[in-house]
């Protein structure tokens, strides 16, 4: 057992308690006040771990609440691991309390929301500081924690906090997957709607946040008495990047849809049942290095005579957001909705071969024993808009922690093994 790995261990508990500290804060985005641009709940996780750094030793600096760092020692900071304390929204379906981390013992599992998204990889990089710093681990480069509070919502953390504050040239998230993510498919988030009067459907209500497949959709009819009824469509929840893992249960209402609506109508043939990358809206793009695209109908609301509608879209590295938004945006006006907003960023990649990069994955080799390697995906990390970024972590292969889903976990040894790498990369990179 390595001296990190020794450390950790001494310290499990302390990691465990921290964590159901920061799963008890539901920090989901609230509304802006003074003092807390994303609602109070996101501004008090990040106290929490900036008070939990200050007691550590390490130099905190708080930027408004809007994000917060904690340089390890006193060096000009080289790397930074860059991990966030907001959630999503917490949704159906958990067969126990979200904000109270629960532990199976049967199953090795810590359970709560944020426990792999993001916070248990906060808490993982946390203590890797702690054990790189108190081991006294011989470094020549400085390392800085850095905590965000909005990257459920579109990053205006991070965007804030380097107008103010400058980033180390290295940087990682453990807010994806092992190996080394190093290339992210480009993204829109559409939101469009229209005015909405149909004799039969009084209601319809879907999906409660545009970057996962909604779990359930409720829509509301007239009946042949006076109470009217209610239809409840069921499917499974998943990130929108991954939308081959749920079922989505809008599609599966318009799939059944037999009325006269025309803007139902529409939305039935631009986005069929089972059909995950957009090809009926005109897309259905790969390339060889991403893979085939993603296109989520996500959301789907009526309120006070108007339909709203949200579309999660990840689209491969060879094409533009210019080009997949005039696609998207022309279909959804022939058929008759406004756009409200189009809003995305290009595609990401950084080279495999640079140093960084490579010895990411030295350590992930040592660590794990497995072979490393660099992989694309669809959801975007943290590090998207940040140039020679990667996600390094916190999920391991072919495991899946249910993130943005109902009974979000990470397992206890595997909430050691990220501490464990990223004391091993901070070492790797910095001495």
Not at 34 to 49: I, N, Q, T, Y
């Amino acid at each position: 057992m390595t001296e990190i790995r020794k450390y950790l261990e001494e310290h499990k508990q302390e990691m465990i308690d921290l964590l159901t500290e920061l799963v008890a804060i539901p920090s989901v985005q609230g509304k802006a006040e003074e003092g807390a641009p994303f609602g109070k709940e996101p501004a008090r996780a990040l106290s929490v771990m900036l008070e939990k750094c200050r007691e550590a030793g390490f130099q905190v600096d708080n930027v408004e609440n809007y994000a917060g760092s904690a340089d390890v020692n006193e060096l000009e900071p080289a790397l930074a691991v860059l991990s966030h304390l907001d959630v999503v929204p917490v949704g159906s379906g958990w067969t126990t309390d979200p904000f109270m981390l629960r532990y199976e013992a049967n199953t090795d599992k810590l359970i709560g929301r944020g426990a792999i998204d993001d916070k248990g990889p906060a808490v993982a990089a946390f203590f890797a500081a702690r054990a790189v710093k108190e081991l006294g681990l011989p470094l020549k480069k400085g390392i800085r924690l850095i905590f965000g509070t909005n990257e459920e919502n579109g990053s205006a953390d991070l965007a804030y906090y380097r107008k103010k504050r400058e980033l180390p040239p290295m940087v990682f998230t453990p807010d994806g997957e092992y190996p080394v993510i190093n290339a992210e498919k480009g993204m829109l988030r559409i939101y469009f709607s229209s005015d909405f009067d149909d004799d039969e459907i009084i209601e319809i209500q879907a999906g409660t946040v545009i970057n996962a497949v909604p779990q359930f959709c409720t829509v509301t009819m007239e009946g042949d008495e006076e109470e009217p009824v209610e239809a409840v469509y069921e499917g499974v929840s998943a990130h929108a990047s991954t939308p081959e893992k749920g079922e989505n249960a809008i599609t599966q209402f318009l799939d059944s849809y037999c009325g006269e609506d025309m803007l139902i109508s529409s939305l039935a043939q631009l986005f069929p049942h089972g059909e995950i990358n957009g090809k009926s809206c005109g897309l259905g793009f790969r390339d060889e290095l991403s893979g085939d695209m993603t296109c989520v109908l996500s959301m789907l609301n009526t309120e006070n005579g108007r339909i709203y509608g949200g579309i999660d879209i990840r689209f491969p590295l060879d094409r533009t957001k210019a080009e997949v938004s005039e696609i998207i945006c022309g279909k959804l006006m022939e058929a008759g909705f406004d756009i409200d907003s189009c809003e995305g960023v290009e595609p990401h990649c950084t080279d495999e071969n640079s140093e960084f990069v490579q010895g990411l994955l030295r350590v992930y080799e040592r660590v794990t024993g497995d072979k490393g390697r660099c992989i694309a995906i669809g959801g975007g990390t943290y590090v998207h808009e940040i140039e020679g970024g990667v996600a390094f972590g916190a999920e391991f292969p072919n495991e899946d922690g249910r993130m943005h889903s109902p009974d979000e976990f990470i397992t206890v040894a595997n909430l050691l093994k990220n501490a464990e790498i990223m004391a091993e990369a901070m070492a790797e990179l910095c001495s």
